[in-house]
């Protein structure tokens, strides 16, 4: 039986990342390093604990679909430098900011350790979002320290440096609402597309002023100046931050799709909904709008991965009635706008921010937090056949993310 932990609220998280102290002792190793992870093909982040004793670690593996993932004899401690799961990874290398101390991290994982390839100081943003423009270019989005600006920084991940960073000039935070919160974000065309919305203050919480809406900014990559502020009234809160998993994707057409969680910013009587931005376009398609959390026993939409032919997996918290609560998997078809099913899969009790599918080969691999054994779960859209993979062991309590690493 797993141990009871205590569900951490985005909040939480944001203000927790403030105030921890991480060493900025710089020990760089050659950047060129080649992570030990590119002799396997995934990794998971995994936690083991009860709040405020818990621990975090990566393990590397091979398979998704047979054997265990044990933590014994495997695993890199991570708790001293990343300490929470708004990590990116690519190519076996992770990276994190720690705003609070101010630093930017590139690591990678050796002879079962940590180890920091490079750090450097990072105040430019504290991230919510990220797109990668080429292998070697890496755009965060967030806010900064008051959450009352929206920033940028693009980082050049291969010596760790900033190329550029700046507040986006974005709709001024209306009368009663002091931060902007930030989601999705994708690239087309040399177009950013970024999704935002606006929050009250923390010392009203839980009684904060709800906006009821989020806005899309629309910017060039190279100048990174906002051509417009896309508005619908069908537009509610905002889901994210995308750090800790997608909410967003472009499908083969070139068309965006994203979804919204109205109970992110606290607005628990929005449907969570999906949305479409057409290739070519740059405005929010007024004839597409598909209300997921009607087909979805009012669940709400908290990550979406897309997995090909118009088929997407939305994780949803169950009813949308709290951003703890269990979740559980359906499969949706965007380009209908329909509800294919619900996945007879254990009810998901790990906590809202988790990076919990992979997909590879036209397959659907899910990571689920069960109340007792945790599996990777195999969902073959074009049998519809859903089987069980590889399996958790050696004491998680919870599972954070799932990585392919090449």
Not at 71 to 99: C, R, S
Not at 182 to 211: C, Q, T
Request: glycine content about 8%.
């Amino acid at each position: 039986m797993k141990k009871l932990t205590f569900k951490r609220s985005p909040w939480f998280i944001a203000v927790l990342l403030m105030t921890l102290f991480v060493s900025c002792d710089n020990n760089d190793v050659d950047p060129g390093t080649d992570p030990e992870e590119t002799t396997a093909k995934y990794s998971a982040m995994m936690m083991i604990g009860a709040w405020p004793n818990t621990a975090y670690y990566i393990a590397p593996f091979n398979s998704l679909s047979e054997g265990v993932i044990s933590l014994k004899d495997n695993g890199a401690d991570m708790t001293a430098e990343l300490y929470a799961q708004d990590v990116i990874q690519k190519n076996g290398f992770y990276y994190h900011a720690n705003f609070g101390s101010g630093q930017l991290g590139k690591y990678h994982v050796q002879n079962g350790a940590l180890v920091a390839d490079k750090k450097i100081p990072f105040t430019e943003v504290n991230w919510s979002s990220y797109l990668w423009i080429d292998d070697n270019t890496l755009a965060v989005f967030g806010t900064n320290g008051d959450q009352d600006e929206v920033r940028y920084a693009v980082v050049k991940t291969e010596n760790l440096s900033i190329e550029a960073s700046g507040v986006l000039d974005v709709t001024a935070l209306p009368a009663g609402f002091v931060r902007y919160s930030v989601g999705f974000a994708e690239y087309r065309e040399g177009k950013i597309f970024l999704n935002y919305s606006f929050g009250g203050s923390w010392d009203n919480y839980p009684d904060m002023p709800v906006h009821g809406k989020s806005y899309v900014a629309v910017f060039d990559y190279a100048t990174r100046k906002v051509d417009k502020v896309l508005e619908n009234d069908k537009l509610k809160e905002i889901a994210g931050p995308t750090v800790y998993a997608p909410t967003s994707f472009q499908d083969e057409n070139g068309d965006i799709y994203f979804i919204t969680h109205p109970a992110f910013n606290y607005d628990f009587n929005s449907p969570s909904s999906v949305y479409r931005i057409k290739k070519g376009s740059t405005e929010i398609d007024d004839t597409y709008f598909f209300d997921f959390s009607s087909v979805a026993s009012r669940g709400q939409g908290a990550a979406m991965w897309y997995i090909g032919d118009g088929k997407a997996i939305v994780r949803a918290v169950v009813e949308g009635t709290s951003i703890d609560a269990e979740h559980n998997f359906y499969v949706i078809d965007v380009h209908t706008g329909s509800l294919i099913k619900k996945l007879n899969l254990p009810a998901d009790t790990g906590e809202r921010m988790v990076q919990a599918v992979i997909v590879e080969d036209g397959k659907a691999y899910i990571a689920v937090n069960s109340t007792d054994r945790d599996y990777i779960w195999i969902y073959d859209p074009a049998t519809d056949a859903l089987t069980k993979g590889a399996e958790f062991t050696g004491g998680v309590d919870y599972v954070l993310r799932l990585e392919k690493l090449k």
